[in-house]
């Protein structure tokens, strides 16, 4: 009985988008929440309830849907990225119209916010210059979520995550398909972090944040894109893939890829080492790589 009562004493909390990134968060929430997990799949219920979360059907996109979410709990992980079109992010607006007053969010956006910044160093006072419709959504939610904790007296950190990656999210189609990349003088600076340590960093966001706080959720990694996808291939036995000039590779690869090797920045990662005290087990892509048990 009071195992029973100790379940249902736990504090709630509430993740939106539990894909990859939340289900690998889920048990380390397990023992402190009783968390809630949205779907809008009935499929994927009997999926998250072994994985230790409730499922609760209701669908960003249908406002209507999501009044059973009002006053379900106050922490809030937002995974849920932005619909496919226009500049703002109506799932965000959808969802803070339904928040409860003091809540704590933390919020997963993208490092896409900052645009081009010609492979300079870059920390969170840097100036948001968005270049397509994706960012512009990104940065779009960021404004709407911090307008809406400063209204409602509720805390909020927002985590800027560049690529992730993971044994099960490596561009290995890419490089089967010999897709090209940038010759090493056009190339740009990426960013990476391992799938387990961003969940380890929202977990400690949760508790640790300032509010209204932006952290970068990158590792130590000051690679640029074609030395990662070398990286990949070498540690796959995979064939390195071509590397042509800008001119060359633009009438190669499609909008979207072209718009990721347009973007060159390197990101400083302090914030998550010495506020949320976050010691990363993949500091580098390359450590990373080797515990899937590879050698490069």
């Not at 004493?9 to 968390?35: A, E, S, Y």
């Not at 387990?196 to 990158?218: E, N, Q």
């Amino acid at each position: 009985m009071q195992n029973i009562k100790k379940k249902f004493h736990k504090p709630r909390l509430l993740i939106l988008g539990c894909g990859d990134v939340g289900m690998r968060l889920l048990p380390m929430l397990q023992q402190r929440f009783r968390v809630f997990a949205v779907t809008s799949q009935a499929a994927r219920c009997a999926e998250l309830r072994a994985a230790g979360a409730i499922p609760v059907i209701a669908d960003l996109d249908q406002p209507a849907t999501l009044a059973r979410l009002a006053q379900l709990a106050h922490i809030v992980v937002h995974l849920a990225p932005p619909q496919s079109t226009g500049h703002q992010d109506q799932r965000t607006r959808n969802l803070v119209a339904i928040l409860p007053e003091g809540a704590t969010l933390v919020y997963i956006s993208t490092t896409g916010v900052y645009g081009d910044c010609g492979g300079e160093l870059v920390d969170e006072t840097r100036c948001v210059h968005p270049l397509n419709a994706r960012a512009y959504r990104r940065v779009d939610a960021e404004q709407v979520l911090r307008a809406w904790a400063r209204r409602r007296g509720s805390r909020l950190a927002i985590l800027r995550v560049p690529g992730i990656y993971a044994a099960n999210r490596l561009p290995i189609e890419r490089l089967q398909k010999g897709t090209p990349a940038l010759r090493r003088e056009d190339d740009v600076y990426t960013n990476h972090i391992h799938a387990d340590d961003l969940a380890r960093i929202i977990f400690a966001a949760i508790f640790r944040a300032s509010p209204l706080r932006v952290y970068h959720a990158v590792d130590d990694s000051a690679l640029k894109m074609g030395d990662y996808f070398d990286a990949v291939a070498a540690a796959f036995s995979l064939p390195l893939p071509p590397r042509l000039p800008r001119a060359e590779l633009e009438r190669n690869v499609s909008p979207m890829l072209l718009s990721f090797m347009s973007e060159s920045r390197r990101l400083t990662n302090r914030r998550i080492k010495t506020e949320l005290g976050v010691s990363l087990r993949y500091a580098d892509v390359r450590v990373g790589l080797l515990e899937m048990g590879v050698q490069i």
